[in-house]
């Protein structure tokens, strides 16, 4: 097959996975507005529309494998092709979180008991979606810098949701226990979905840069390795 | 492996190899540096084989530049360019085949055990039984099967068991099984990929420190070719192997360094994994994603 159509194919597929992601995104912030009870929708569609998401997952991927197997692509069409397979998993993970939320908030409706809403948890979903963002960003714009710089910002979220583990545990003596713990869960979800946005910004400096960061605390699997934008012009580590 | 020098070389210079590239770093050097007198090299690995600004023309026309590299013994090094690039040119110079072609001018050194290939006192018969060489095109002898592994060994003067060195040269080439109740049939009557096989049994039966391949499965089919490059990893235990071949994901597949050659010039060389998913010279990146020129 000529190379024109490869690349089509692999345009085609790097929009569909941002378009899921796009779903995702909206998952999520539908999710924790009804955890913070501002919500425009109900936990229900929250729900059905997971179903999609997993179902476009499984698509993208079987896209993915199919160009892997019919290409054998190498470099930066292979790397691309694996990023899109990893971030791919990653936001169907994340979709997973989003329902986790809705479910809590149903159960939530009912007992119809419902604890007051720790203020750290806005905050929370405020960095955690901004992660998410920027994460999937830099994978459009190929920015490693930007990608490398998400785990630090998830060290705010982890605090930020042991602060709500306390405050929570506090809640517990006064408030129905059940609910308190649906919060936590609640919290729990919100900071999942920021660590899979942190992988996905893992994901975007192997993309661009063809270095593992994962599980170094940001650092370079190994000392050497210079990788380029596509274009050819040299990412500064 | 063979003790005998190839010629008048000294007895042992294995030792003798000049000094690696600097650094500190275990891994290869990843560009060829034209002219440079420090060959990229694996600088953990002893060489089998170095060359230093080696460069061929034909009647004037460059066919490569001042290429300078180390292979690693028994690995498996694969050159890989497009048509024209110089790599079968360049695989040719280092069991000196481009003797045989008379427009052909070589310049620069290739160092096997410390010693020029090229120097004067080699002989160049000597220096093919030590560096054997496998064609694109499979070329058994139009004899038996059992006198195609044995005729090298004729001709070398062997005064061994010949039935026992033929026996494990199709061993070893993972013929045997294939052929043991038909050794006088004709050669010709072989399959493409059993001839390949056989063509290899019979540069192995020579006992060579180095096996040359160029383009050893182009000719083959799927199955054949699968066969010949499980070969060239079980053959990587006893020998060093360079490998010339268009097919780069043959060249992934069985090679531990890559080179990439492009109008005669070493444009990237090193470890076959990171050169394949992260290609450091723009050259090798469109080279490999196909968006060359």
Same mark, same amino acid.
């Given at each position: 097959?000529?190379?024109?159509?490869?690349?089509?194919?692999?345009?085609?597929?790097?929009?569909r996975?941002?378009?899921?992601?796009?779903?995702?995104?909206?998952?999520?912030?539908?999710?924790?507005?009804?955890?913070?009870r501002?919500?425009?929708?109900?936990?229900?569609?929250i729900?059905?529309?997971?179903?999609?998401?997993?179902?476009?997952?499984?698509?993208?991927?079987?896209?993915?494998?199919?160009?892997?197997?019919?290409?054998?692509?190498?470099?930066?069409?292979?790397?691309?092709?694996?990023?899109?397979?990893?971030?791919?998993?990653?936001?169907?993970?994340?979709?997973?979180?989003?329902?986790?939320?809705?479910?809590?908030?149903?159960?939530?409706?009912?007992?119809?008991?419902?604890?007051?809403?720790p203020?750290?948890?806005?905050?929370?979903?405020?960095?955690?979606?901004?992660?998410?963002?920027?994460?999937?960003?830099?994978?459009?714009n190929?920015?490693?810098?930007?990608?490398?710089?998400?785990?630090?910002?998830?060290?705010?979220?982890?605090?930020?949701?042991?602060?709500?583990?306390?405050?929570?545990?506090?809640?517990?003596?006064d408030?129905?226990?059940s609910?308190?713990?649906?919060?936590?869960?609640?919290?729990?979800?919100?900071?999942?979905?920021?660590?899979?946005?942190?992988?996905?910004?893992?994901?975007?400096?192997?993309l661009?840069?063809?270095?593992?960061?994962?599980?170094?605390?940001?650092?370079?699997?190994?000392?050497?390795?210079?990788?380029?934008?596509?274009?050819?012009?040299?990412?500064?580590? | 492996?063979?003790?005998?020098?190839?010629?008048?070389i000294?007895?042992?210079?294995?030792?003798?190899?000049?000094?690696?590239?600097?650094?500190?770093?275990?891994?290869?050097?990843?560009?060829?540096?034209?002219?440079?007198?420090t060959?990229?090299?694996?600088?953990?690995?002893?060489?089998?084989?170095?060359?230093?600004?080696?460069?061929?023309?034909?009647?004037?026309?460059?066919?490569?530049?001042?290429i300078?590299?180390?292979?690693?013994?028994?690995?498996?090094?694969?050159?890989?360019?497009?048509?024209?690039?110089?790599?079968?040119?360049?695989?040719?110079?280092?069991?000196?085949?481009?003797?045989?072609?008379?427009?052909?001018?070589?310049?620069?050194?290739? #160092?096997?055990?410390?010693k020029?290939?090229?120097?004067s006192?080699?002989?160049?018969?000597?220096?093919?039984?030590?560096?054997?060489?496998?064609?694109?095109?499979?070329?058994?002898?139009?004899?038996?099967?059992?006198?195609?592994?044995?005729?090298?060994?004729?001709?070398?003067?062997?005064?061994?068991?010949?039935?026992?060195?033929?026996?494990?040269?199709?061993?070893?080439?993972?013929?045997?099984?294939e052929?043991?109740?038909?050794?006088?049939?004709?050669?010709?009557? #072989?399959?493409?990929?059993?001839?390949?096989?056989?063509?290899?049994?019979?540069?192995?039966?020579?006992?060579?420190?180095? #096996?040359?391949?160029?383009?050893?499965?182009s000719?083959?089919?799927?199955?054949?070719?699968?066969?010949i490059?499980? #070969?060239?990893?079980?053959?990587?235990?006893?020998?060093?192997?360079?490998?010339?071949?268009?097919?780069?994901?043959?060249?992934?597949?069985?090679?531990d360094?890559?080179?990439?050659?492009?109008?005669?010039?070493?444009?990237?060389?090193?470890?076959?994994?990171?050169?394949?998913?992260?290609?450091?010279?723009?050259?090798?990146?469109?080279?490999?994603?196909?968006r060359?020129?």
């Amino acid at each position: 097959m000529p190379k024109e159509h490869f690349d089509q194919q692999l345009d085609t597929l790097k929009q569909r996975l941002l378009d899921m992601s796009h779903g995702v995104e909206e998952q999520v912030a539908e999710a924790v507005a009804l955890a913070t009870r501002q919500e425009s929708i109900e936990p229900e569609e929250i729900l059905e529309r997971d179903q999609e998401i997993d179902d476009e997952e499984v698509a993208i991927e079987e896209t993915a494998i199919e160009l892997l197997a019919l290409h054998q692509p190498m470099a930066i069409d292979l790397r691309t092709i694996v990023t899109i397979l990893k971030i791919n998993n990653d936001l169907e993970r994340v979709g997973d979180h989003a329902v986790n939320i809705a479910e809590a908030v149903l159960r939530l409706r009912e007992k119809g008991e419902y604890p007051p809403v720790p203020p750290q948890l806005e905050e929370m979903n405020r960095l955690a979606r901004g992660i998410l963002r920027d994460a999937l960003d830099a994978f459009v714009n190929l920015d490693a810098e930007t990608a490398r710089q998400l785990g630090a910002r998830d060290d705010e979220v982890d605090a930020l949701h042991e602060s709500v583990f306390r405050v929570m545990l506090t809640h517990m003596l006064d408030e129905d226990i059940s609910a308190c713990l649906q919060m936590l869960l609640i919290s729990r979800n919100i900071e999942r979905i920021a660590d899979h946005a942190v992988n996905i910004g893992e994901d975007v400096v192997y993309l661009v840069q063809g270095r593992t960061i994962r599980h170094t605390g940001g650092k370079d699997e190994e000392g050497e390795g210079g990788g380029r934008q596509r274009d050819g012009s040299p990412v500064s580590a | 492996m063979p003790e005998e020098p190839l010629v008048d070389i000294q007895a042992d210079t294995a030792d003798t190899a000049p000094e690696e590239a600097g650094g500190a770093s275990g891994s290869p050097s990843t560009s060829g540096s034209p002219g440079a007198d420090t060959p990229p090299v694996a600088r953990d690995l002893e060489a089998a084989l170095e060359t230093r600004t080696l460069s061929v023309d034909y009647d004037g026309d460059t066919a490569v530049s001042e290429i300078s590299l180390s292979i690693p013994r028994n690995r498996i090094v694969a050159f890989i360019g497009p048509s024209g690039c110089g790599k079968s040119t360049f695989l040719r110079c280092l069991n000196r085949m481009n003797d045989l072609i008379p427009a052909a001018n070589v310049s620069g050194e290739v #160092l096997f055990r410390g010693k020029n290939l090229y120097d004067s006192d080699v002989d160049p018969v000597e220096v093919r039984r030590r560096i054997g060489m496998v064609f694109q095109k499979p070329n058994p002898f139009p004899k038996s099967i059992y006198e195609n592994v044995a005729f090298g060994l004729r001709v070398n003067g062997y005064q061994g068991d010949l039935e026992e060195r033929v026996e494990t040269s199709l061993r070893a080439a993972a013929l045997w099984d294939e052929v043991k109740d038909r050794l006088e049939d004709s050669a010709l009557g #072989l399959s493409g990929g059993q001839q390949q096989r056989l063509c290899i049994a019979r540069a192995l039966a020579v006992e060579p420190e180095i #096996l040359l391949m160029d383009e050893p499965a182009s000719a083959l089919d799927p199955i054949a070719t699968g066969r010949i490059e499980d #070969l060239i990893e079980d053959l990587k235990q006893d020998y060093t192997i360079v490998i010339v071949t268009h097919n780069m994901q043959q060249a992934a597949r069985v090679s531990d360094l890559t080179a990439f050659l492009y109008m005669g010039e070493l444009v990237e060389f090193g470890d076959t994994d990171r050169l394949f998913t992260n290609p450091r010279e723009q050259r090798t990146e469109q080279y490999i994603t196909g968006r060359f020129g």
